[in-house]
């Protein structure tokens, strides 16, 4: 089974700054595209990163210039590096997965989406 477990939320003040981290395991075969999304009360999942296997990057407007996504291969890990905190940045933040694995005895691997169960960042005085 595959999971996907983030950490590195909480309380911050405007101007603060937090690092997300997502780690996937399991059965793993290789994970191609990694990214972060965020959903504030009563609005929407929006994309905020997301970054290729090859390390190409896309940023949502309102995280250029301030987050960074980046990601360790080698523990298949994805990052948020968040500067410049605003409190519109207040949201539950999730990771997200394109993942190709091995399920069961089968010699042939499958892909997937698979989600984290969301980190809470709050961002006030």
């Known amino acids: 089974q595959v999971q996907l477990v983030e950490s590195g939320g909480g309380l911050v003040q405007p101007g603060g700054s937090l690092r997300l981290s997502c780690a996937a395991s399991?059965?793993?075969?290789?994970?191609?595209?990694m990214g972060w999304y965020r959903q504030a009360p009563e609005k929407q999942r929006e994309l905020v990163a997301r970054?290729?296997?090859?390390?190409?990057?896309n940023y949502a407007d309102s995280a250029k210039g301030r987050f960074t996504i980046s990601r360790d291969n080698a523990k298949n890990t994805v990052y948020l590096q968040m500067n410049s905190l605003k409190p519109e940045d207040t949201a539950v933040y999730y990771c997200?997965?394109?993942?190709?694995?091995?399920?069961?005895?089968?010699?042939?691997?499958?892909?997937?989406?698979?989600w984290g169960q969301g980190t809470q960042v709050t961002v006030s005085s």
């Open positions: 997200n997965a394109d993942i190709t694995y091995y399920f069961g005895s089968s010699i042939f691997p499958r892909n997937a989406d698979y």
């Open positions: 399991g059965r793993i075969a290789s994970i191609n595209g």
């Open positions: 970054i290729t296997g090859g390390g190409s990057t």
